[in-house]
């Protein structure tokens, strides 16, 4: 019976770890581990907890009966004639016990160990996985800010196109509004010539005169006003530049 008992002990003490060993060996190297395991290792862990809990439960038993047998043989009511052959065999017995007791200490001490490893394994698979969240963001994030460059590198050169097209027409308009201006003047009944003739230098003087002297007037007034403009613009974007000089920094140049 008590060798039953030792060998029944044994095996439920040694199976579970030598399952677990096994596994965590299977998984020697942490940067093949999957996130999906996860789970499996946590119910590794609850299981050897499980079985250490058991264990120290067990030497706790174990060593309250090697007490007990002990202290039996000792007892003042116990048979005298048969005290000398049983406590030889409780001195036998309570020597299995420490065998056993011995043995599963170690076991208790292993197992602390691999739930360490497990632990351990875990954070580091707790942090592959972060990591590869953050590479994921990353790269999402990194794909939408690539497709927004796309769309406003399109609306920039849409924009681009319609300021070209915006510049022909005032260019145009600044070219022609002069002489639109005198054209317009001199239809009317406030300047008239000589009726009836297909031509007429003076009428064409006069018009120079007044259609030129607009036009520079014109073209300067335009330009003083370009001028301001530029220059606050240059004066605002230099205060932007002088605020976050890191942010339009250019590259140097590599010497060859």
């Known amino acids: 019976m008590v060798n039953y008992m ?71 009511d116990f048979p005298k004639n048969q005290r000398r052959p049983y406590r030889q065999a409780v001195k036998n017995f309570a020597f299995q016990l420490d065998e ?42 990194a794909l939408a800010a690539e497709k927004l460059a796309a769309s406003m590198y399109e609306q920039a050169n849409r924009s681009a ?8 027409v005032t260019i145009v308009t600044l070219f022609h509004l002069p002489a639109t201006f005198s054209s317009t003047l001199f239809s009317t009944d406030i300047i008239k010539y000589q009726e009836g003739e297909s031509f007429s230098s ?23 006003w370009f001028w301001v403009e530029w220059t606050k613009r240059d004066r605002e974007s230099q205060e932007l530049k002088d605020q976050y000089p890191d942010s339009f920094q250019r590259p140097m140049k590599e010497k060859p």
């Not at 095996?11 to 060996?25: E, G, V, Y």
């Not at 580091?124 to 996985?129: E, G, I, K, M």
């Not at 196109?161 to 022909?168: D, G, K, L, S, Y």
């Not at 003076?202 to 003083?224: D, E």
């Open 6 to 76: 030792i060998e029944r002990n044994k095996l439920i003490t040694n199976l579970p770890f030598k399952a677990l060993t096994i596994a965590l060996k299977e998984k020697r190297h942490i940067e093949t581990l999957d996130p999906g395991l996860l789970s499996e290792m946590q119910r590794w862990e609850e299981k050897a907890n499980e079985n250490i809990m058991v264990m120290e439960s067990n030497v706790k038993i174990m060593t309250l009966l090697q007490r007990f047998y002990k202290e039996l043989v000792n007892d003042e």
């Open 100 to 141: 056993i007791i011995c043995d599963t200490r170690m076991q208790i001490d292993r197992g602390k160990v691999l739930v360490k490893i497990l632990a351990d394994r875990k954070a580091v698979l707790t942090l592959n996985s972060t990591n590869k969240l953050i590479q994921h963001l990353q790269t999402q994030t």
């Open 161 to 168: 196109i319609e300021t070209i097209a915006v510049r022909i």
């Open 202 to 224: 003076l009428a064409l003087y006069r018009f120079l005169q007044v259609t030129i002297p607009l036009m520079v007037l014109t073209f300067l007034g335009a330009g003083a």
